[in-house]
């Protein structure tokens, strides 16, 4: 039985890219995806996607469940959109794979509680690169033993939110493990605002946006006389692709909400 799959986001660097990956994989059925605005009646009516692409695309989420019953529903949107993605399509009975990110503490709580009244698995994923997941998790290992840490994320000069998730999962997975510690000299001045970066707990977060980048983040971790750099690059969407199925594939059997995939891998 096939799982029935909709996308929120189709058109987008990421949802292009997970169109592609549910239309290929033989346990899944994308049945439906769901733009902000009418684009066409199906895909194979956008110039991006091929003739043999027929999921219908619709603007309303309801709608879309009501006519598709899709088990899943994979966002891949804006920080703008996926609170309200994810909360109808719980409220819809719909599974949500959520890598969109953006979310508020205040938000994730709420959503939680849907997912846990409803029994209803679903993952909230800041990152679906093993490689990054690794990363996180080496690095709340590292924060141990070293607790002077700052976080460089550099992305492409089109993403909107900053820190990015994973710099702020990393941060949050440290936190875990390291007391909250203030870095630098406590007279330090910025001459100018922002020089220092954006500030957790007392760890720095700093972040890149330049053309020609993907998605990167290195870990940095002071002690003395030495310096741990635990860095991960990815070098094209692909590198996220195995964990969008793999997440599809996994909140089936789930029934609550889980955030980080380093939860269930
Ligand atoms: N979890 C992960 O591994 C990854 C997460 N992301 C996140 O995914 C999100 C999308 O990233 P990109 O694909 O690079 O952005 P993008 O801007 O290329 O694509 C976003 C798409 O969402 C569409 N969209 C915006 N509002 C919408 C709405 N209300 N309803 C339906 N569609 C809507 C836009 O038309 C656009 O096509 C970002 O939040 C980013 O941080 C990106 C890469 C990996
Ligand atoms: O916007 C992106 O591109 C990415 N966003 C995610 C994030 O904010 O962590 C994941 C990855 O870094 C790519």
Redesign the pocket.
């Known amino acids: 039985m096939s799982i029935r799959v909709a996308i ?10 997970a169109v592609h990956t549910v239309m290929k994989h033989d346990k899944m059925e994308l049945v439906a995806v ?4 009418e684009v066409g009646k199906t895909l194979a009516d956008l110039e991006m996607f091929p003739a043999s692409y027929t999921a219908p695309i619709f ?1 309303d989420m309801s709608e879309l469940v009501e006519a598709t019953a899709p088990d899943v529903l994979v ?8 609170y ?2 994810t909360k109808e399509a719980l409220n819809l009975n719909v599974r949500p794979v ?5 979310f508020t503490d205040e938000q994730l709580v709420e959503l939680s509680a849907i997912a846990k009244e409803k029994e209803l698995g679903c993952i909230i ?5 093993i490689g ?1 997941i690794l990363m996180m998790k080496f690095a709340k290992e590292a924060a141990k033993y070293l607790p002077d840490v700052e976080i460089i994320e550099m ?2 000069d ?4 900053a820190p ?3 710099a702020v999962k990393t941060a949050q997975l440290i936190q875990e493990v390291r007391a909250q510690k203030m870095q630098g000299h406590p007279e330090e001045k910025e001459t100018l605002k922002g020089a220092r970066g954006a500030e957790l707990d007392g760890m720095r977060i700093h972040s890149v946006r330049l053309p020609g980048l993907v ?1 990167h983040q290195q870990v940095l971790f002071g002690g003395d006389g030495q310096l741990l750099t635990i860095r991960h690059d ?1 070098l094209n ?1 692909n ?2 692709m195995s ?2 199925a793999f997440c599809v594939e996994e909140v089936m059997k789930m029934d609550q909400l889980v955030y980080g995939l380093e939860n269930i891998i």
């Open positions: 929120a986001g189709p058109r987008g660097k990421m949802g292009a890219e769901l733009d902000y605005k603007t966002d891949l949107t804006s920080p703008h959109a996926v309200k993605h959520i890598g969109t990110t953006g994923a800041p990152n679906f690169a990054a992305h492409h089109q993403k909107l939110d990015s998730g994973t998605a990815s969407r590198s996220f964990g969008v």
